[in-house]
């Protein structure tokens, strides 16, 4: 007695199709599952078996074998316990194979038979194209509606059987309710006083994708500066959106449809695999991943791991991080503007000569915790400093959000007819082409470079900046020497981190 | 007295000033009652009552004291004791006076003659460092011997200051806490070896010492104790310069603070220090009062005098570590607050009246202005092409 039940299993936000097959013989009675499964599948032999008495089905006093096909990699999750007590229901007569013909299942089984929702229904749902997949209730109104195929629902193993005996068609999930986008509101810019500088830099990096610096002493609004950046960045075009759905839902995340960019904010306590991705055996996609599409803020950024810091390169310059493990390798998805915080020094204080006590060599020591190439992929920094008694209790806030948001998505759009996502993503060799300077602002770049100001890669990310200020400025021709003027003032140079008077 | 200590006691001082773990303290203790020769003699056989320490014997059985005396020799360093005529006499008679003193340079340029102290924080703002760069200048032209520490920031402006004054009466003397063939901080060796070649580097640890944590508070008695007044030109809240001046304090001798702007960090100690008391320094003319060398009530000096164009010396110094302020200081318009904007147009105008007295970061200057960040890029940067001011990382100030 054999049967087949199709499902799949997540790999990074991807599902693989698995085919569940349920061998039963006679025999000495005994179950053993087979094809490289985990500890959690393994463990589903207890699971199936419990929820099966307590639903009053009969577990077979036989031989049962489990095959997971292909049975090449590992798969993990406790999401195959549904589909192997379907199995073991049809191999053991319990079932009809016609009454589960054109089905997949995936799903978590209690003990007392209810089915619990899995991590990455989504992705699993659009694996199994081609069949109609039932799904944990709570688990299905994610995938209901993102995915090609069909997704029916089912909250207790009793009730799925019940149902399927009888003929009678599973249930519809609810659709998934649509989270009004202001549900997580990012702060407002009208809430900051003071921080001219500061919103401008945040006005920049969110209309030209640039990963933007913020050195200040503690107090001075860097949290608040970065997590305001979210709400004036673009909303996600749908495939983005999709694509940070997956990521949620295989992070076990809810993952109910929305276009607001996701803010993530990990600690620097926090784990390299926890940031970056990994873990075994399904590769669960980490913070970077989390804020595909939205802002990657990393407060303290010098207290992080050199380890940790020097992996963003990768995702930075590809938009996409490649976790390689011995046994498999995922591609997840991780294109985010990075927002750093750091202290300018040891004590906080640094910024203009004298204000900082700290020794050169401290200094020194504090500056390089980022390195030189993770450094060079910032195009905006800036020195924020605490606002001053007149900021706080002036009684003019600064522009709103929305007025911002407005400019930077024109400014987006202009990047767009250039060919580029962003105009952080303008390619070097092109720049002549794609973003022209007048001549006034080539002679002020030129003399730049002649003074020792700005080396070669420098020179390129200002001419980027710059044009993303003049893409702000609604200006379609060749960039002025203003827009230089102003990409000089927030480029980002090394030696804000060390102390700035030495 | 007189003749001055025999070789051996000399060479016995140097080979104790050697031993592992000494320390000012316990030299003068082992030296208390002991002639140097002696002591070493009983340290090396175990039987100094102050020479407890277990490594002394096993390191003294194996070291000549001739040996290591022929090494300062060779090092060009005196070793002096308190029964040498050159030791300096204001240090005779002080409680913390240190037993031995070792010299690179002229032993005698402490003294006699009129000495003050130029004492001050290693994170100075460039007002501060032009400050202590003018004082030792007229100082020493004024054939006062300008004492410090020989650190960076006001220590070593000042000490430039006065070699810039070359040739004339005042000599410099350093205090340092390193050994005298280890200069500290490195960017200061040149002006480590111009102070041994025209005055005095003393120090009271051995040959070869690295920098000690500490060593720098120890030597400040002894800058203070040479000095018959102490200055106090730029210091943070709790900085070392107030421990100088505490010293400075303790024995009576009087401590002149030079005042700073009220919202830089780098003026909170000395600021603190003129609301104590302290008698405050607008010029090397006060303090020259306060060394008895001129009388009070004076006429102001001109202002030629003041803010003449600085000689090269700081100018080497700073530009050795600021890359932002080439061609060194100019004091000119140091002044808060006076000068007309060089450059037209109001936004220039309000970047160069916030610039007033002070440096300030971009995001300061973009609060205090009001600019929106373009014209502020504008005007800075028309500033700074009109080379009225000068560019930092993030922050930008007067030249």
Redesign the interface.
Known sequence: MLASIPSAVLHGVDGIPVAVEVHVSNGLPGFTVVGLPDAAVRESRDRVRAALLSTGLPWPLRRVTVNLAPSGFRKGGAGLDLPIAVGLLVAAGELAPVSVDGLAFAGELGLDGSLRAVPGALAVAAAVAGATVVLPEASASEAFGAVPGEVRCASHLGELVTRLRAGQPLRRPAPAPVVPDTAPAAPDLAELR?????R?ALEVAAAGGHHLLL??PPGSGKTMLASALAGILPTLPPPVSLEVRLVRSAAGLAAEPGTRPPFRAPHPGASAVSILGGGAPGLRPGEISLAHGGVLFLDEMGEFPAAVLDALRQPLEEGRIRVCRARATVELPARFVLVGAMNPCPCG?G??????????ASRARYGRRLSGPLLDRFDVA????R??GT?LVGAEGGEPSVTVAGRVAAARAQAAARGVRTNAELPAADLDRLAPVDGTARDLLAAEVGRGALTGRGLVRVRRVART?ADL?GEPGPVGS?HV??A???RC?R??L?G??? | MGTGPSPADVAGAAALVGLPGMTPVRLARLLDSWRPAEAWAAVAAGRHPAGRDPRWAGVASGTEPAAVADRYREAGVEVLLPTDPRYPARLVGDPGAPAVLLCLGDATAAWPGPAVAIVGTRSATPYGEQVAAELGRDLASAGVAVVSGLALGIDAAAHAGALAAAGERGRPVAVAGTGLDVPYPRSNSRLWAGVAAAGAVLAEVPLGSPPRRGAFPARNRIIAALADVVVVVECHLGGGALHTAEAAARRGIPVVAVPGSVRSAASRGTNGLLVDGCAPVRDVGDVLVAVSLARAGREPPPPAARSGGFPSATGRVRSSRAPGAPGGARSADADAGSGACPVDGAPAAAVWSALAGEPRTTAALAEATGLPVVELARACRHLLRAGAVVEGPGWWRRR
Request: negative net charge; proline residues 5%.
């Open positions: 003071g921080q001219a500088l500061g401008r050195v200040g204080e910024g203009t000569p004298g204000a900082c006590r700290c020794s050169a800036v020195r924020v400093e606002p001053g900021a200020i400025a203003d003027e102003e000089l003032l927030l140079r030696d804000l060390l700035g008077d030495r």
